[in-house]
C-alpha cells in the first residue's frame, strides 16, 4: 500500500462494526481506521491528513485570503497542535510548511506565523477540552450569511439531520475580530459540546473528538447544510421537517464521528492521487 493511501483492508469476520455501513459479506475491501505502531507514525498520519483537509478546503472555495485554520493535536504531545501557516492558500499547504504551535502560540516548529485568530480560537477549544482532537474555521459565502440570521438549521434533510442536538448558535463577539482571548473563549465554552458551531456574523467552526478527517468533512457538510437552507429560504415556501425521530436516527448512522472520517477518506484518496506535491 503507497503511503498516501487511505488503508483499505478486507472485512474480517469478528471484527466490531461500529456503522451500518461496514459491510457484513467478508473479503470486501472497506476503508479501515489504522492502528499505529509509534508517536512518529501517527504524527505523520495526522499531519498527512491535515494537509489533506486544507486542499479539500481550498477545492470547494472556502479560501479567504488569510483566513482560515485547520489545527489537529499531536500524538504525543497533545498540549500541542499542528496548523497550517499564516498567509498561504489553502491549496499551497503541504507536509513540509505545517506549523506546531503551543496554547501560547508559540510556534515551536515551522518557519512560518501562526494566525492569531486561530490561535485565539483553537487554543481556548483545544484547553478547555483535552479530548477535542481537532478544528475547522473558514470564511465561507453560505455558512457566513446565515450565521447572520442568528438561527440555528432546520432539519430539513438527512445532511441537515447530521446536526441534530449537535450545533449551536453563538452571538458573543459577533462580527468582531476573533484576536482577543475573551473571544476565544466564548467560543471554546459551546464549541467542546457541539459538532458545529455557527458564530452570528462570523462564520461555521467545527471540532472533533476523533480525527482531523471528521472535523473537516463536517465542516464541508455544514457549509452545504447553509446553502441548502437559505435556498429553501429563498422560495418561501415552508418546508417539511423531519420528525426529532427521523433526525435523531439519521444523527445516529450518518451522522457520527465514523462516518465523518469515512466519508472524509474519499477526498483524501482522490487528494493523494491528484496532488502528490502535498506531501513535499
Known amino acids: 500500500?503507497?503511503?498516501?493511501?487511505?488503508?483499505?483492508l478486507d472485512n474480517v469476520p469478528g471484527r466490531n462494526r461500529v456503522s451500518i455501513y461496514q459491510p457484513e459479506q467478508e473479503g470486501l475491501v472497506f476503508p479501515e481506521i489504522p492502528s499505529f505502531a509509534t508517536h512518529a507514525e501517527e504524527r505523520d498520519y495526522r499531519k498527512k491528513h491535515l494537509v489533506a483537509a486544507t486542499r479539500a478546503f481550498g477545492m470547494h472555495g472556502f479560501d479567504y485570503g488569510f483566513a482560515?485554520?485547520?489545527?489537529?493535536?499531536?500524538?504525543?504531545?497533545?498540549?500541542?497542535?499542528?496548523?497550517?501557516?499564516?498567509?498561504?492558500?489553502?491549496?499551497?499547504?503541504?507536509?513540509?510548511?505545517?506549523?506546531l504551535a503551543d496554547h501560547e502560540g508559540r510556534v515551536v516548529e515551522g518557519r512560518y506565523a501562526i494566525n492569531r485568530a486561530g490561535f485565539v480560537l483553537h487554543a481556548a477549544v483545544h484547553e478547555e477540552y483535552p479530548e477535542v482532537m481537532a478544528m475547522c474555521h473558514a470564511h465561507t459565502t453560505y455558512g457566513t450569511a446565515w450565521c447572520?440570521?442568528?438561527?440555528?438549521?432546520?432539519?430539513?434533510?438527512?445532511?441537515?439531520a447530521a446536526f441534530y442536538n449537535d450545533h449551536a448558535v453563538i452571538g458573543a463577539s459577533a462580527g468582531a475580530v476573533a484576536v482577543e482571548r475573551e473571544s476565544g473563549w466564548s467560543v471554546a465554552k459551546e464549541m467542546g459540546r457541539n459538532r458545529g458551531i455557527l458564530h452570528q456574523s462570523h462564520g461555521l467552526l467545527t471540532s472533533s473528538r476523533?480525527?482531523?478527517?471528521?472535523?473537516?468533512?463536517?465542516?464541508?457538510?455544514?457549509?452545504?447544510?447553509?446553502?441548502?437552507?437559505?435556498?429553501?429560504?429563498a422560495t418561501g415556501i415552508k418546508p417539511q421537517l423531519l420528525s426529532d425521530k427521523t433526525a435523531a436516527y439519521s444523527r445516529?448512522?450518518?451522522?457520527?464521528?465514523f462516518i465523518g472520517w469515512l466519508h472524509f477518506q474519499t477526498l483524501y484518496d482522490h487528494i493523494a492521487a491528484t496532488q502528490?506535491?502535498?506531501f513535499d
Open 252 to 257: 445516529e448512522h450518518v451522522g457520527s464521528d
Open 210 to 233: 476523533h480525527s482531523i478527517d471528521d472535523a473537516a468533512f463536517w465542516f464541508i457538510a455544514l457549509e452545504r447544510a447553509c446553502q441548502q437552507q437559505l435556498m429553501v429560504e
Open 148 to 160: 447572520a440570521t442568528g438561527r440555528k438549521l432546520d432539519m430539513i434533510s438527512q445532511d441537515a
Open 1 to 8: 500500500m503507497a503511503e498516501e493511501e487511505t488503508p483499505m
Open 276 to 278: 502528490p506535491d502535498m
Open 68 to 99: 482560515g485554520h485547520l489545527t489537529v493535536r499531536d500524538p504525543e504531545h497533545p498540549e500541542l497542535y499542528w496548523t497550517n501557516p499564516m498567509c498561504v492558500h489553502f491549496s499551497q499547504v503541504k507536509m513540509s510548511n505545517l506549523i
